[in-house]
């Protein structure tokens, strides 16, 4: 099981389920048998039976038939005219029953399916590694939580049900057809092999029209969240026009591609009607020829076109079957291609809880790289004491945020160790090395929930007063108050019913509350105004207090406020001093001092004193 689960993920990225053969699709029915339908086989089981039962009455009807003409109309029998409505009567009773209950099994099968498909998927996607999250739109995830989820449960639960359901029917009216008659049987029967024949040659066709059609809903649930995510600068750049274009391209591409699927399907039924209304021909004139010539009673040739014409629904559903499982196939790569995805951040089996760390950091010999070829900090050493706060300066794509990342243990170092009181983070249980650091980055990120859930963010535990107090400490309360709902107010969709500065003095709060004794910053003021960034300068104050503090410095605000800074160049640490040690040296910090920080710092402090 696990090579099968290994052999999957490698052929995984990018899209794998966009290409396969055979053997991928056998191995895909046979994990969905064994994953999905074998744990509900009580279910199945029980669904089955009840199908036993409409098979045996839909195989009685066409005797029913015959009965009733070559009895009653025939031999004008009375007893039989009063009995056989009975019959007729329960027999439909108990087929109904049969199959109320059969599809109600089904519904349940299905309804468990689905929920248990999302939920995995939604696990997968909780404990997912930043990269693969990162490195996949989230539209994707989003299509594949929505429609492939239920065409992977159409297939794993209708293929089977219905498979079962209408070869025992059809095996039913088979069985009665040929009992009445067998050679009218095979005249009528013929045409089956090549109506099966004729279907399968459209599977090809069918498979790429599916691929299309499903990965086309993916492209058009990408194109929707991008345009909500950056509408503000759909609206100022004009780009409604050619947003709604290059939507309609997908829209379209999508509608073509779901129409030759219709078609490609439709396209079989005019020849299998065809033939198959051939073979009724056929069994008119010799069940017509027998009935003149003597051989085949009116009764016998009724019951015979009633089963004739019952079985036909059945075979239809099942010739049309290895396409609903074709198309399960192909969306059950895509489920699984996302649910295989191992995380390379594992938690070892003897990881221990780091408790009430000091907030010492290292970085011991750190090399990392997003992917192997291009490393992004090279052989990075740092010693952080408790308490210390320490600014990161470089140019852009230095590696600043990197290191960060790996505080938090988003990523593990290709080499080298990254330590939290002298003891490697990868010793310890993810969430207690994550509890470790609270996180502010520029744009801090609300959850669409009140003021009140999104302080407790990350703290379950804490009551009304102690959310409070952290609203205070991060000067928060105060407007927070002035709210009609106060601590109750929704924040909108990422926050959007906030100021910048308000969500940042919320993020603030949040991070007062958890308590963590090392603080990450990327810049969390950097984005607002100079009114806002006083009042959120005024929460950090009260938040860097006894912490250990990271933070990624722009301006030359943060830098002055640190006691270390440390200079990145190329994933290099090339500098590390005070302000004035370090812009006395005449290296990159001094030629950074003189044209990135100073003017953004002097806007910034400029902006303070306002
Ligand atoms: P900035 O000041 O512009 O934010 P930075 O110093 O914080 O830059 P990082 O974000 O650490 O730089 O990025 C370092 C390098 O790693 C850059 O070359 C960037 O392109 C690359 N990088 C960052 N994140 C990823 C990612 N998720 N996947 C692949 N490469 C990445």
């Given amino acids: 099981m696990t090579e099968d689960r290994t052999a999957v993920a490698d052929r995984n990225q990018p899209g794998w389920a966009e290409t396969g053969d055979g053997d991928e699709s056998v191995y895909v029915v046979k994990r969905i048998f064994r994953e999905f339908i074998w744990p509900r086989r009580k279910l199945v089981l029980r669904s089955m039976l009840t199908m036993i ?74 404990n997912s590694d930043l990269g693969f999250l990162q490195g996949t739109h989230s539209a994707r995830f989003v299509s594949v939580f929505s429609a492939d989820t239920l065409v992977v449960n159409q297939a794993a639960s209708q293929t089977l049900t219905a498979l079962v359901r209408n070869a025992l029917q059809s095996v039913a009216l088979v069985g009665a057809m040929l009992w009445l008659d067998w050679v009218l049987g095979i005249l009528v029967l013929g045409s089956l092999p090549i109506s099966i024949m004729l279907m399968s040659k459209q599977r090809r066709k069918l498979t790429k029209s599916v691929k299309q059609s499903l990965s086309g809903s993916g492209d058009i649930a990408r194109i929707v969240a991008q345009t909500l995510a950056g509408i503000r600068v759909v609206k100022a750049y ?9 939507a309609l391209r997908h829209i379209e591409s999508t509608r073509d591609a779901g129409l030759r699927t219709q078609k490609t399907r439709a396209r079989t039924g005019p020849f299998t009607e065809g033939l198959s209304g051939l073979g009724f021909a056929a069994a008119i004139f010799y069940g017509g020829w027998r009935g003149i010539h003597g051989g085949l009673t009116l009764g016998e040739f009724m019951g015979f076109m009633s089963a004739a014409m019952l079985i ?20 059950a790569r895509r489920v ?3 649910l295989d995805e191992e995380p390379k951040v594992v938690e070892r089996a003897e990881a221990k809880v780091l408790l009430n760390p000091a907030g010492a950091i290292t970085f011991d ?35 600043k945020s990197t290191l960060l990342n790996l505080v938090l243990r988003f990523y593990d170092p290709a080499s080298g160790v990254v330590r939290i009181d002298g003891q490697n983070i990868a010793d310890f249980t993810l969430a207690s090395v994550r509890k470790a650091s609270a996180l502010l980055t520029q744009d801090p990120v609300l959850f669409d929930d009140t003021i009140r859930a999104n302080i407790a963010y990350g703290s379950p535990e804490a009551d009304q007063a102690a959310i409070e107090a952290a609203a205070r400490a991060a000067d928060a309360h105060s407007f927070i108050s002035t709210l009609e709902k106060g601590y109750d107010t929704p924040v909108g969709e990422a926050g959007s019913l906030l100021s910048g500065g308000q969500k940042q003095r919320i993020a603030i709060a949040r991070a007062m509350l958890r308590g963590a004794p090392i603080l990450l910053l990327d810049e969390p003021t950097s984005a607002l105004d100079a009114n806002s960034e006083a009042h959120v300068q005024a929460a950090l104050d009260g938040l860097f207090a006894g912490r250990t503090v990271l933070m990624i410095a722009h301006r030359l605000s943060t830098v002055k406020r640190a006691d270390m800074i440390v200079v990145l160049d190329k994933g290099r640490i090339v500098e590390t001093g005070t302000h004035d040690e370090l812009a006395a040296a005449g290296g990159l910090y001094a030629h950074l001092h003189k044209t990135q920080l100073s003017g953004a710092g002097a806007a910034a402090e400029g902006g303070n004193a306002a």
């Fill in 365 to 399: 010999h750190v090399t990392f790289g997003y992917n192997e070829e291009t490393p992004v900090l090279h052989d990075v050493s740092l010693t952080i004491q408790p308490g210390q706060k320490v600014a990161f300066v470089g140019p852009s794509g230095a590696g």
């Fill in 53 to 126: 039962f409409v098979a045996a009455t839909t195989g009685a009807l066409p005797f029913l038939m015959q009965t009733a003409a070559d009895r009653v109309f025939i031999q004008k029998d009375q007893t039989t005219l009063y009995i056989l409505p009975l019959v007729v009567a329960v027999v439909m009773a108990v087929r109904s029953l049969a199959e109320y209950s059969s599809r109600m099994t089904e519904a349940r099968i299905s309804g468990e399916i689905v929920a248990e498909l999302r939920e995995k998927l939604f696990r997968r996607l909780a």
């Fill in 238 to 246: 004009g780009q409604e026009a050619s947003e709604t274009a290059r």
């Fill in 336 to 338: 699984f291609s996302i």
């Fill in 312 to 331: 036909y629904q059945p075979l239809k559903t099942l010739a049309n079957l290895q396409n609903v499982l074709m198309e399960g196939i192909i969306a």
